[in-house]
């Protein structure tokens, strides 16, 4: 193994001691992210928007590629088609959940979910939303494991134009209330209107809008986590 390089005290320099031909490119946009994360949304520019998505599309790359796969199974098949794909979709948001996600049998998945898309395809409203997610965890015919985030993520999956998954950090980054565990229905009816209104104005998915508010989210709230740097003597 190559030895570190040392300083001429015979010291070694714990620094990076290269540089891509990207470095000046990413450090740019490490600076501009920590400055932006911590401006209110509603300050953010159409640019600036767009620049999170991508920064989120480069740093989460393999979430990209599963959500574009698992949307295009539900869009082939108009549903959730079994039990594989809704674990797959389970690890994708919660994998705690995939326990009592398995609970579930590929044929009450499949009509479930159809039935659930069915609502949103002709309404993309709050209200037809709302009906969704009732059918989709109703105590006779929904499924096992799905509260509001799950479902959330199912609508998103099979139509990220119009709805979008509802996460502690974006509502971090929205409404500056941390460790909020967004579980009910008065969250979503609190959410989507916002991310749905955001997206129209910003030229947007509303997955494009909900993933720039978790990028954003999380950054910030690792950052208010940080302990404050300590003085020394």
């Given at each position: 193994?190559k030895a570190?390089p040392s300083?001429?005290?015979?010291t070694?320099?714990?620094k990076?001691s290269?540089a891509?031909?990207w470095k000046?490119?990413?450090?740019?946009a490490?600076?501009?992210?920590?400055k932006?994360?911590k401006?209110?949304?509603q300050?953010?520019?159409?640019r600036d928007w767009h620049?999170?998505?991508?920064l989120?599309?480069?740093?989460s790359?393999?979430?990209?590629?599963?959500?574009?796969?698992l949307?295009?199974a539900?869009?082939?098949h108009d549903?959730v088609?079994?039990?594989?794909?809704?674990?797959r979709?389970?690890?994708?948001?919660?994998?705690?959940?995939?326990?009592?996600?398995?609970?579930?049998?590929d044929?009450?998945?499949a009509?479930t979910?159809k039935r659930?898309?069915q609502?949103?395809?002709?309404?993309k409203?709050?209200?037809?939303?709302?009906?969704?997610?009732?059918?989709?965890?109703d105590d006779?015919?929904?499924?096992?494991?799905?509260?509001v985030?799950?479902?959330?993520t199912l609508l998103?999956?099979?139509d990220?134009?119009?709805?979008?998954?509802?996460?502690?950090y974006?509502?971090?980054?929205?409404f500056d209330?941390?460790?909020i565990q967004t579980?009910s229905?008065?969250?979503?009816?609190?959410y989507?209107?916002l991310i749905?209104?955001i997206?129209q104005?910003r030229g947007?998915?509303?997955?494009?809008?909900?993933a720039?508010l978790?990028?954003a989210?999380?950054i910030r709230y690792?950052?208010s986590?940080?302990?404050?740097?300590r003085?020394?003597?």
């Open positions: 193994m570190r300083n001429e005290d015979g070694q320099d714990a990076t290269f891509s031909d000046e490119l990413l450090s740019g490490r600076e501009w992210t920590l932006i994360v401006e209110p949304y300050t953010w520019k159409s620049r999170l998505a991508d989120y599309s480069i740093s790359i393999t979430d990209v590629l599963e959500f574009d796969s949307h295009e539900l869009r082939s549903c088609p079994d039990r594989k794909t809704l674990l979709i389970g690890d994708w948001k919660t994998p705690r959940a995939k326990r009592w996600l398995g609970e579930n049998e044929a009450d998945i009509s979910t659930a898309f609502i949103v395809m002709r309404e409203t709050l209200e037809a939303s709302n009906h969704a997610m009732e059918l989709l965890w006779d015919e929904g499924l096992y494991g799905l509260g985030p799950m479902a959330s998103t999956m099979f990220p134009v119009n709805f979008g998954v509802i996460d502690t974006a509502w971090y980054c929205l209330e941390k460790d579980s229905v008065a969250h979503w009816e609190r989507l209107p749905q209104r997206a104005e947007m998915r509303c997955r494009d809008a909900d720039s978790w990028y989210g999380q690792s950052l986590e940080l302990s404050p740097p003085n020394r003597a």
